[in-house]
């Protein structure tokens, strides 16, 4: 077993993916499965964001406390940390339709689980222990998901195309909270904190019905021309993994494993990622309090105020893989290409600690633009791994770099209230935020060398 330093296909190969299908029309039905794995995605962090909706009812009706809401949040946190490294195990073992749609279909119903605990009498503690489990429960079961969508985007989509694509599931996010917010706000004040769950959790079963429909494998997809899938296989794309898997039927053993632990690139890329994920964390828990207590705005300020990262981060995260991907179609190396939009994004992050120095309000909103644009920039590391990652561990290596990327998802939250805590500022935890950009740089210019997929003999 060593690590091979030649390029390979899906590394060398990408400029000349079009030389193939001289004559031949290339289809684009690859498209119509980054569109399913995009809603498949709002869909899960949809999901995710039900209890921050319903939150206020659920406290009131089932008489819980603010310790226990706490405790029922960060329940989705641990299980999904944990659950990485078996979810991608597990999608290296039996392939990414059959586990994404049982994932899928699973936390639809953890989801609905939820909207039940009033009906059945709880109340208190109970109610709290029986949302602590279900959420628990909801963040395990979810943990394939976004290896499964890198998978997905290294089976179908050629180095050249896999920036966008990683950049476009990814920004589902986003969307997730531009499209169902509204309506589970809604849901909540009509009908009930309950119905928020089982209709977000219904719809999650129509759509893995969908999903086991629709979705095969390239090389099982009648519906995918000749041409396209040659188009693919010429430019990188891992077209025959899933056959691979299933003639070969081998198991992965402990010495391959060690890989994902000892090669310094992987390691740049997971330390990337903790870093663009503890970004995130201050966005979605700290920012609209550091707004309020910080900055002194009111709640109404805030809420608008809020929504702008979200913007912000959609277009960034679009416009990190697009210049990526140009820049291999102008003959870059992907190393570079991947390389420079996150290096520029994460030097952007680190403007947010400019809010320090400033008593303008209109500042430290642009600043925090800036920032949060920069951080869906630099948020190229799923292509990243979907072009080093070992051929055999696509999934397993996923679930590691998510798994060490959501540890700041815990980390992040309880560092900054600690400083808060001992400070009553948040000085010191704007330095702490910023920090992690120039980590991430450090990571990706100083630790990492040329990206090229990790081969395991």
């Not at 799923?382 to 999934?395: F, I, K, R, S, Y």
């Amino acid at each position: 077993m060593h690590q091979s330093a030649t390029p390979s296909p899906a590394i060398g190969e990408g400029r000349d993916a079009g030389a193939l299908a001289k004559g031949a029309t290339v289809g684009h039905f690859r498209y119509r499965i980054l569109a399913l794995i995009f809603i498949v995605t709002v869909v899960n962090y949809a999901d995710r964001a039900t209890m921050s909706i319903a939150g206020t009812g659920v406290v009131k009706e089932l008489g819980l406390d603010p310790v226990m809401l706490g405790m029922i949040f960060s329940a989705f946190a641990w299980a999904y940390a944990i659950g990485q490294i078996p979810g991608g195990w597990l999608l290296d073992r039996f392939g990414a339709r059959r586990v994404y749609g049982t994932s899928l279909l699973l936390w639809s119903v953890f989801t609905m689980l939820q909207g039940t605990v009033g009906w059945l009498g709880l109340s208190g503690v109970a109610a709290a222990g029986a949302l602590f489990f279900m959420r628990f429960m909801l963040g395990l079961v979810e943990s394939p998901a976004f290896p499964a969508n890198s998978r997905i985007v290294a089976c179908w989509f050629p180095t050249r195309e896999r920036g966008t694509a990683s950049a476009l599931f990814n920004s589902a996010q986003y969307m997730a909270v531009v499209l169902f917010t509204p309506m589970m706000a809604w849901l909540t004040h009509r009908m009930g904190w309950e119905h928020v769950f089982l209709w977000m959790g219904g719809v999650g079963l129509l759509l893995g019905v969908v999903w086991f429909s629709f979705y095969r494998e390239p090389h099982g997809q009648k519906q995918l021309g000749v041409a396209e899938l040659e188009h693919m296989r010429a430019g990188g794309a891992l077209v025959d993994l899933e056959r691979n898997r299933v003639n070969r039927k081998q198991r992965t053993r402990l010495a391959d494993v060690a890989v994902l632990f000892r090669n310094r690139n992987l390691w740049a890329i997971y330390i990337g990622q903790y870093c663009i994920t503890a970004l995130t964390y201050f966005f979605i828990t700290w920012f609209p309090i550091y707004l309020i207590k910080g900055r002194g705005m009111s709640i109404m300020e805030a809420g608008w105020v809020a929504a702008l990262p979200a913007i912000c981060g959609f277009s960034g995260g679009i416009l990190g893989g697009v210049i990526s991907d140009w820049l291999i179609q102008r003959g870059k190396h992907p190393s570079l290409a991947r390389k420079t939009p996150y290096v520029l994004g994460m030097a952007l992050s680190t403007l947010l600690v400019g809010a320090n120095f400033s008593d303008s309000n209109v500042v430290v909103i642009a600043l925090m633009a800036l920032a949060f644009f920069g951080k869906g920039l630099a948020a190229i590391g799923w292509a990243v791994l979907a072009d080093t990652a070992p051929e055999n561990m696509v999934g397993l290596s996923g679930g590691v770099f998510n798994g060490i990327g959501n540890i700041a998802g815990i980390v992040t939250p309880i560092v900054i209230g600690y400083v808060l805590a001992s400070t009553g500022s948040f000085t010191n935890a704007l330095w702490f935020v910023a920090a992690h950009g120039v980590l991430g740089i450090l990571a990706y210019v100083g630790l990492a060398v040329r990206f090229e997929r990790v081969r395991v003999d």
